[in-house]
């Protein structure tokens, strides 16, 4: 089955800075890649996600690049804000299910 | 769009108690359903997934079961509650021929 391993397992970083968080997948036949954002005690929302025909894909300062030779895509966020700590989940699917990375928590120093 | 319905919110239950957890789709048909399971400050486990009506895949062995009786409804049982059941319990849908699956609000599952 898929393999999705996440780094770095934390994150501090300071307001206004970027943060990057990686993944790395096993299965070469996986083509749907999604990140959530999970707030506290809140349910995973997802917050942009990307398929194996593009390599890039940005919204607002949110952008996933994905590199399939590799096997491994990744998180970049700008502009780092406060409502941007959390922890975040990359996940991989190439059927009915995802298989998702151990997460990463970010937090975003004032 | 879908709403992703969820009960109860919280939950306490002694140990060697039952459970049963319900989930409810609303606006779409013929969904696939997944339970996960999130154990404190943890990631997200799979439990079991369902493609369809009565099909239910198991993903983990262990005291817990799952049954699909409608199009839209998703249950998640156990006969005799574990210590180790505690977490956070996710139903999640994915939509007919889409890839994204979208979480319901959870059920946090305290056993004492």
Same mark, same amino acid.
């Given at each position: ?11 501090? @970083?300071? +307001?206004?800075?970027?943060?990057? *968080?990686?993944? %790395?997948?096993?299965?070469? /036949? ?23 025909? @593009?390599? +890039?894909?940005?919204?607002?300062? *949110?952008?996933? %690049?994905?590199?399939?030779? /590799? ?40 | ?112």
């Amino acid at each position: 089955g898929e393999n999705v391993e996440q780094h770095p397992s934390t994150l501090s @970083v300071q +307001e206004g800075d970027s943060a990057v *968080i990686k993944c %790395t997948y096993s299965d070469s /036949a996986s083509n749907y890649f999604p990140w959530y954002k999970q707030e506290l005690g809140k349910r995973p929302q997802l917050i942009i996600d990307i398929r194996s025909n @593009v390599g +890039e894909k940005k919204d607002q300062r *949110i952008a996933v %690049t994905l590199n399939k030779t /590799a096997k491994h895509f990744s998180l970049h966020i700008t502009e780092t804000q406060p409502e941007d700590s959390a922890v975040y989940f990359c996940a991989a699917s190439n059927d009915y299910k995802l298989s998702f990375g151990a997460g990463t928590t970010v937090t975003v120093r004032a | 769009s879908q709403t992703i319905h969820q009960w109860p919110a919280t939950l306490v239950q002694p140990v060697g108690s039952p459970l049963s957890l319900e989930c409810t789709v609303e606006g779409t048909s013929n969904p696939n359903l997944y339970w996960y399971r999130q154990a404190a400050g943890r990631g997200l486990q799979l439990l079991f997934y369902s493609v369809g009506i009565g099909q239910i895949s198991s993903e983990v062995p262990q005291n817990l079961s799952a049954s699909r009786p409608q199009d839209r409804q998703f249950i998640l049982s156990s006969k005799k509650l574990l210590l180790s059941d505690s977490g956070f319990y996710l139903c999640a849908a994915r939509m007919t021929g889409k890839e994204t699956q979208y979480f319901g609000p959870g059920t946090r599952l305290l056993v004492l």
